[in-house]
C-alpha cells in the first residue's frame, strides 16, 4: 500500500513539475511570432507615430517585429473592439488613446466593456492638442476664433481624427465655454483631416501635438493655442486656451493594451519592452519636440489614469450634453 502511494505521489510529482517546466518554457519563449498593434486610426497621426516608434523599439527589445495593423472607423471602435476579441496571448495590442476614456460616456452601447475587456500594459505618455489653423488663415488668436464664431455661429469647422477623440471633445469643450457655435467635421484619422484642413476644406482643428508637429515645423499650420493649462514646454511661445477662455483644459495621452487574460508574465514582458523603447533617445526625441511628457511605469498607473479620465469625462458629457455626431 505504501509502495503504491509512493509511486503515485512520484508520478503526479513528476507530472507537475513537467507542467511547470512546459509552461515556463512557453512564457520564457514569448514571444515566439510577430505582435501586431493596432491602431485605430488611419495612418499619419500622432497615434499612428507614437505607435510606429514605440513598436520598433519594442521589437528590438523583444526580437520580433510589431506590426501595425490601421483600423480606423467608428471614433476608434472598430480597431478597439477588434482586440478586445482577439486572443489573449500577448500577440494583439491596442494604442488607445483619448477617445478610450471617453466613448463609453459619447456611446453606451459599446461592442466591448470598455473597463473589463482590456489589460493594462503601460501609460505612454500624456501631451496637448494644439489648436491650428492652416497658414493663410486670417485668423491669428482664439480672440479672432471667437469672435468670427460669435459673428456667424455654426458657420465655422473644425475637425478631428474621430467622434470621441481628444480633437472632437476639445472643439465641444470649446463651443461650450466660449459660449459659441462651431461645426465639427470627424474623419477616420487625423491625417485625412489635416490634408483637408491644409487644403481649406475646414478652418481649424483641435489636433494632438504629435500630429502637427511636423506641419507647425515646416510653416504649413499655425498654431493659435495648447489645450493644456499651461503652456508647453515644446511650444513655449504659445499661450493656452484658458488665457482666453477660462477653465478650459483637455490632455490628450496614448497607452498600451492587450486583452483581458493576457498572461501575467506576458504582460510584464511586455511592459519591459515598452518601458525600455519609451526612455531610449530615439524616441525622447521623436516625442518630446511635440509635447509629449513621458511616463512609461507599471500598467498600475493606466489603469488608476483611465480610471480617473472616464469619471472626469463621463461628468463633463452628461454637464454638457455631448452627444457623438
Known amino acids: 500500500m505504501q509502495i503504491a502511494l509512493r509511486?503515485?505521489?512520484?508520478?503526479?510529482?513528476?507530472?507537475?513539475?513537467?507542467v511547470a517546466l512546459a509552461t515556463g518554457t512557453a512564457l520564457a519563449a514569448f514571444p515566439e511570432k510577430p505582435i501586431r498593434l493596432?491602431?485605430?486610426?488611419?495612418?499619419?497621426?500622432?497615434?499612428?507615430?507614437?505607435?510606429r516608434t514605440l513598436g520598433?523599439?519594442?521589437?528590438?527589445?523583444?526580437?520580433?517585429?510589431i506590426v501595425v495593423d490601421n483600423r480606423p472607423g467608428a471614433g476608434t471602435v472598430i480597431g478597439t473592439d477588434a482586440v478586445a476579441k482577439s486572443p489573449a496571448d500577448g500577440y494583439t495590442l491596442v494604442m488607445a488613446s483619448f477617445a478610450h476614456a471617453v466613448n463609453p460616456s459619447l456611446m453606451p452601447k459599446l461592442p466591448y466593456a470598455w473597463d473589463k475587456a482590456f489589460a493594462p500594459v503601460m501609460l505612454v505618455g500624456r501631451g496637448p492638442n494644439v489648436l491650428v489653423v492652416r497658414a493663410e488663415s486670417p485668423y491669428k488668436s482664439v480672440k479672432d476664433i471667437v469672435a468670427a464664431a460669435k459673428a456667424s455661429q455654426?458657420?465655422?469647422?473644425?475637425?478631428?481624427?474621430?467622434?470621441?477623440?481628444?480633437?472632437?471633445?476639445?472643439?465641444?469643450?470649446?463651443?461650450?465655454?466660449?459660449k459659441v457655435q462651431t461645426l465639427h467635421v470627424p474623419y477616420r484619422g487625423a491625417g485625412p483631416a489635416l490634408n483637408d484642413l491644409l487644403a481649406g476644406q475646414v478652418d481649424m482643428m483641435f489636433g494632438t501635438a504629435a500630429a502637427v508637429a511636423n506641419l507647425l515645423e515646416s510653416g504649413k499650420l499655425r498654431a493659435l493655442a495648447v489645450t493644456t493649462p499651461e503652456r508647453s514646454p515644446a511650444l513655449k511661445n504659445v499661450p493656452p486656451v484658458a488665457e482666453t477662455v477660462p477653465g478650459y483644459v483637455v490632455e490628450s495621452w496614448y497607452g498600451l493594451y492587450a486583452p483581458?487574460?493576457?498572461?501575467?508574465?506576458?504582460?510584464?514582458?511586455l511592459n519591459a519592452a515598452a518601458r525600455k523603447a519609451a526612455r531610449t533617445e530615439e524616441f525622447a526625441k521623436k516625442v518630446e519636440q511635440e509635447g509629449l511628457v513621458i511616463s512609461a511605469g507599471a500598467p498600475a498607473e493606466l489603469e488608476a489614469y483611465v480610471r480617473t479620465e472616464e469619471a472626469r469625462w463621463r461628468k463633463v458629457v452628461k454637464d454638457n450634453n455631448l452627444k457623438a455626431d
Open 154 to 178: 455654426g458657420k465655422l469647422t473644425f475637425a478631428s481624427q474621430g467622434n470621441g477623440t481628444s480633437a472632437h471633445l476639445a472643439g465641444e469643450m470649446f463651443n461650450h465655454l466660449a
Open 260 to 269: 483581458a487574460g493576457t498572461p501575467a508574465d506576458v504582460i510584464t514582458k
Open 38 to 51: 493596432v491602431v485605430p486610426f488611419a495612418p499619419g497621426g500622432g497615434t499612428d507615430m507614437i505607435a
Open 7 to 18: 509511486s503515485h505521489l512520484a508520478k503526479l510529482g513528476t507530472f507537475v513539475a513537467t
Open 56 to 65: 520598433q523599439g519594442m521589437g528590438k527589445e523583444l526580437g520580433q517585429t
